[in-house]
């Protein structure tokens, strides 16, 4: 079994005149909304071995305080340049990178393709649309992080 979490960045600025999206700060309730994302995890006991994110400053910002919050080491937690705006077959290409001694892996992104990823892995076929700061757990019935 194989527990992956799926977690959107937190609420962040909007996009400046200078158009560089990368580069987009949280904003105060983005902050709160991180805060709030890692103290559920945390309660709900959940310590994921390998923390992917994408390299942008708003997701960056979103890892280092989920992080945080779930007391991992820095080495837990891992950039991945290919996860910026990444489509659904880029994350599928990530995750199953990771080794197979990982049990849980949270990893952090953009829409759409978290939740692209999230429906296609939805057992219930429904439909799953994360808002900012949002997560999603899944259980997988994987041997490794081959997803179906």
Do not use: K
Not at 16 to 37: I, W
Not at 69 to 79: K, M, P
Not at 129 to 137: F, K, N, Q, S
């Amino acid at each position: 079994m194989r527990t992956l979490i799926l977690l959107r960045h937190a609420a962040a600025e909007s996009l400046g005149l200078d158009g560089r999206d990368f580069d987009r700060e949280l904003t105060a309730a983005g902050r709160a909304e991180a805060e709030a994302t890692g103290r559920r995890l945390a309660a709900l006991d959940i310590r994921p071995q390998l923390l992917l994110s994408s390299p942008a400053r708003r997701t960056r910002a979103t890892t280092d305080i989920v992080a945080r919050c779930l007391g991992l080491a820095a080495s837990a937690v891992r950039e991945d340049a290919t996860l910026y705006l990444a489509t659904l077959p880029t994350l599928r290409t990530a995750i199953a990178r990771t080794d197979a001694a990982v049990g849980c892996l949270l990893l952090v992104g953009h829409n759409p393709g978290l939740s692209e990823l999230a429906t296609a892995l939805d057992a219930n076929g429904d439909g799953v649309a994360l808002a900012t700061g949002a997560c999603v757990r899944l259980d997988l019935p994987l041997a490794d992080w081959s997803l179906p």
